[in-house]
């Protein structure tokens, strides 16, 4: 799966896809996911009730056909049945309407994600995969949109802390507290958080205070 960006689930088109399931599978719905990238750009999850005998489980890894290797059906309940042995399962009413949720808090997310509204986004997210009803692969995919939201949030945060204290350095600057001033335009230079040109001017701004305290200081010796 390579950045999902829709995921629909199905309830009318089962009977299509229940001859690349494992033989013994009761398919209830299906989850349907668009991929932005890669080879397959529809991946398409079963779920249901699926056996759990050697013969069930030797078909397992083939249980998609050839011919349509952009559609791939296998159980995806958190793990799957062929290395768990996990039991079967029935999915009633409530669970198949919590699938319908989640497909829609992931869609919903993901627009929140494009929107730059990265803090709701990564809620929605959290939540997606605390659902337990995501594939495995998806599952990657999500956690690495977490840790992306993460990222541009502390690097934000981060920005912000440096702007903050440049505004306040300029502060001091301006009214005369240089040492103040002095030691928060240094911090800033040294952040790397700033553009060339305007870490050029900060250091004519340090230039600036060197000079004043040093004719301040000869001022005191006099």
Known sequence: MNLPATIVVDYDNVEFFEKYAVQGASIEFLVLVSNQYGPHKISVYGFGTF??????????GASVSPARPQRSL??????????????????NNDELEQARKTAQLYNSSMALYRAGQLQKAREGFVRVLSSGLIPGDMTETIKGYIADIDGTVADHEREQEIADLYYSSMGYYRGGQLEKAREGLIRVVK???IP????KTIEGYLVDIEKALAAREGNRRR
Do not use: H
């Open 74 to 91: 296998r159980s995806e309940t958190g793990s799957s049945p062929a290395s768990t042995g996990a039991t079967r399962q029935r999915f």
């Open 51 to 60: 056996p759990v005998d050697g013969r069930a489980i030797a078909q397992a």
């Open 191 to 193: 952040s790397g958080s």
């Open 196 to 199: 060339p040109a305007m870490a």
